[in-house]
Antibody, heavy 118, light 112 residues
Framework: EVQLVESGGGLVQPGRSLKLSCVASGFTFNNYWMTWIRQAPGKGLEWVASITNTGGSTYYPDSVKGRFTISRDNAKSTLYLQMNSLRSEDTATYYC???????????WGQGVMVTVSS | DVVMTQTPVSMSVSLGGQVSISCRSSQSLVHNNGNTYLSWYIQKPSQSPQLLIYKVSNRFSGISDRFSGSGSGTDFTLKISRVEPDDLGVYYCGQGTQYPNTFGAGTKLELK
């Protein structure tokens, strides 16, 4: 059974940093791209970052480029999201997802809440 | 960025009924490789989204054949037949043809 378990969320002040983790199990982690998707309270879905199966390439939307860094440790089957210079608009539930290349997201974690507030 | 427009925003349905949700993209979703990366997701109350349909019309593993996807280019439809209580929630379409990946704003399906 595919499982994705996120951790590392919480309350953080604007301008500070936070690092999310996602431990994967039930599939061969290093065969898959992985992606973070977020959902602000009461809002829709927003793609945040993607990483290829080897970690050799990463992709971001303009809203987080230069502030967020996606990475992975294939030996630990773990995905990360380093978030710097956090803003109030980054407040959201962050989902770790398994991606089939760039096209779609077939498994989602339970999500982890990040609140950016003073 | 590709803008995904879903209609309606919300809809009410009777159990056993049929519904259609429309999703239109601001640009063609046909990729250079010939694939069309249009997918549908459901987010049930207090749950994470889950994949229903990928590449326009392919049902994900374990998804009932009551769900069907169709369309091409910029115009896509999700149909749900014989609606059951577990089908209620918010439906999102998403595109992965062009970066950044984008999603529609969602269609909330409620019981009449």
């Amino acid at each position: 059974e595919v499982q994705l378990v996120e951790s590392g969320g919480g309350l953080v002040q604007p301008g500070r940093s936070l690092k999310l983790s996602c431990v994967a199990s039930g599939f061969t982690f290093n065969n898959y791209w992985m992606t973070w998707i977020r959902q602000a309270p009461g809002k829709g879905l927003e793609w945040v970052a993607s990483i290829t199966n080897t970690g050799g390439s990463t992709y971001y939307p303009d809203s987080v480029k230069g502030r967020f860094t996606i990475s992975r440790d294939n030996a630990k089957s773990t995905l990360y999201l380093q978030m710097n210079s956090l803003r109030s608009e980054d407040t959201a539930t962050y989902y770790c997802t398994r991606a089939t290349g760039r096209g779609y997201f077939d498994y989602w974690g339970q999500g982890v809440m990040v609140t950016v507030s003073s | 960025d590709v803008v995904m427009t879903q209609t309606p925003v919300s809809m009410s349905v009777s159990l056993g009924g049929q519904v259609s949700i429309s999703c239109r993209s601001s640009q063609s979703l046909v990729h250079n490789n010939g694939n069309t990366y249009l997918s549908w997701y459901i987010q049930k109350p207090s749950q994470s989204p889950q994949l229903l349909i990928y590449k326009v019309s392919n049902r994900f593993s374990g998804i009932s054949d009551r769900f069907s996807g169709s369309g091409s280019g910029t115009d896509f439809t999700l149909k749900i037949s014989r609606v059951e209580p577990d089908d209620l929630g918010v439906y999102y379409c998403g595109q992965g043809t062009q970066y950044p990946n984008t999603f529609g704003a969602g269609t909330k399906l409620e019981l009449k």
